[in-house]
């Protein structure tokens, strides 16, 4: 913690704030996640609650960078296109986006521009851009796993959860012709009607380790309510 507390990735308010234009920095959390997976046809075999499919992964290094905590777009960008190609889909397919976000302003700002080269321009925003850090505080080597069980939940809820804190969004996320917004409160997730609903996780890490998820929707539809008034707290 001495050492990590003489980078400037720290917040001094002591409050993350992913993508919001005060974001001054991030705070650390706690965390452990615990994942089962299963090619598909086992899990339906075996009569298990298919939560999402995983249908891409992608990684990267960034290389010889200019310190440990700089993030690279280049880096992230590569580990991006690694996984759509990987997923065989095309990133406008996405309508969640868990990105990394851990509310410094080089790092969130850094991410964007990658996610923008990547994802394109758009007439209006389609993708909803969030970070469960702004909830949890950043959980370090948990961190990836704190995201793909945020967008798994989503995809399986079909619901786009939000970010909280953010009172002025970043302009590199909502200049020009952007496809990302920043969800302020959970909303229902509306099918496209062109593909199955998706989401992509990105979790990169100390020194240039980055990594891509691209999710997939189980089925279009919920099986059963996720609460039938019967039992009450």
């Not at 939940?153 to 302009?171: Q, R």
């Not at 990105?202 to 997939?216: T, Y």
Request: aromatic share 6%.
């Amino acid at each position: 913690y001495m050492c990590f507390s003489k980078t400037p990735a720290l917040s001094p308010s002591g409050n993350a704030k992913p993508f919001d234009a005060s974001g001054d920095g991030t705070i650390l959390g706690e965390g452990l996640g615990l994942v089962v997976i299963k090619r598909l046809s086992d899990a339906e075999r075996d009569g298990d609650r298919i939560y999402a499919v995983i249908r891409g992964v992608g990684s990267s290094s960034d290389g010889k960078g200019e310190a440990i905590y700089a993030p690279s777009a280049a880096g992230q960008k590569k580990a991006l296109l690694n996984a759509y190609s990987q997923a065989g889909v095309s990133p406008t397919t996405i309508g969640l986006l868990e990105a990394h976000g851990t509310g410094t302003r080089v790092g969130d700002a850094v991410e964007v521009t990658a996610l923008r080269e990547v994802f394109g321009e758009a007439d209006e925003p389609w993708c909803c851009l969030g970070s469960v850090k702004s909830q949890i505080g950043h959980t370090k080597a948990a961190a990836g796993a704190a995201g793909l069980i945020k967008a798994s939940l989503a995809l399986h809820h079909k619901v786009i959860p939000p970010t909280i804190k953010v009172k002025k969004p970043l302009e590199e996320v909502t200049a020009g012709r952007t496809p990302f917004y920043l969800a302020a409160e959970k909303r229902p997730w509306l099918p496209s009607g062109k593909s199955p609903r998706r989401a992509g996780v990105s979790a990169f890490g100390f020194g240039g380790s980055n990594f891509h998820v691209v999710l997939e929707e189980y089925r279009p539809h919920m099986e059963a309510v996720d609460w039938d008034g019967k039992v009450q707290i």
